[in-house]
Each structure stands twice: as C-alpha cells, then as structure tokens.
C-alpha cells in the first residue's frame, strides 16, 4: 500500500569507522608494588591534581593588583548606595504587603455582607417559589378528583 523500501544486504552490515580523535582510552593502571620495581623512565608521569587552595593561590591570583585608596572609596560608596537602596526596597515591599492585607480584610468583610444578603435574597426567593409549587400541587390535586 506505499512504495516499498530498497536495501541492499552490503548497506546493512557496512563497518562502521571511528576517527582516532572519537575514541579515549582509560589510562593504564600499574600497581604501586610493581611500578616501585620499574626503572625510572618507565614509571608513570602523572603529575597528582592541584588542590583547591593551591588553585586558588595560583598565578592569576599572584599577579593581581590591589586597589588604590581611590578604588576602595569607589567600591564603599557605591556599597553604601546599594544597601540603601535595598533597605528602601525592603521598606517598600513591606509597606505593599500592609495594605495588600489590609485590602484583603475589607473585600473579606465586604464579601462576607454581600454573601449574607444574597442568602437572604434566595432564602426569600426558594420560599416563594415553594409557596408557588404547593398551589400549584393542591390546584392539580383537586382537578384529578
């Protein structure tokens, strides 16, 4: 019911070639006891890692420069305006988070009086229409007689 699919059995089971640079080998381990009893040249040259703190006193830390006298009043300054700038936002927030509270008592109150009086509304309303249905019923009751 569709064109059908050609395939030859050499496209099928084609070798597959890996480039050299797509395949990393696990380096070889040799246990201490035998590698103690190889000369030196044939000893592993696995230079250990570098431990946190000494990469963190490597040399791009060495070669730093210190900040000037003018810097470091640059940098508090600005410290300084970003701090109040935070404080005032904290202030702000928690001036919105006040009135968004109190906002949210009066629509409670405000809800709770709209509720009420529309439960009095349909109270009034089903006893109308119960008052309707029971003349409806004693007016059909008699015509059935």
Request: with cysteine; glycine share 4%.
């Amino acid at each position: 019911s569709g064109i059908g699919f050609v395939c030859s059995s050499q496209e099928r089971f084609r070798v597959q070639r890996h480039s050299p640079a797509a395949q990393s080998f696990k380096p070889l381990r040799v246990p201490r006891s035998l590698e103690a009893s190889l000369p030196f040249k044939t000893k592993q040259k696995n230079a250990p890692a570098k431990s946190k703190e000494a990469k963190k006193n490597g040399y791009l830390q060495k070669r730093k420069v210190a900040p000037d006298l003018e810097e470091r009043r640059r940098d508090r300054i600005i410290q300084q305006i970003n701090t109040i700038a935070n404080e005032s936002a904290a202030r702000r927030t928690a001036a919105k988070r006040e009135k968004k509270a109190e906002k949210d008592r009066v629509l409670a109150k405000e809800m709770a009086r709209v509720e009420k009086t529309l439960k009095a509304k349909r109270k009034a309303q089903y006893a109308l229409q119960g008052s309707i249905d029971a003349k409806r019923r004693k007016l059909n009751s008699g015509k059935r007689a």
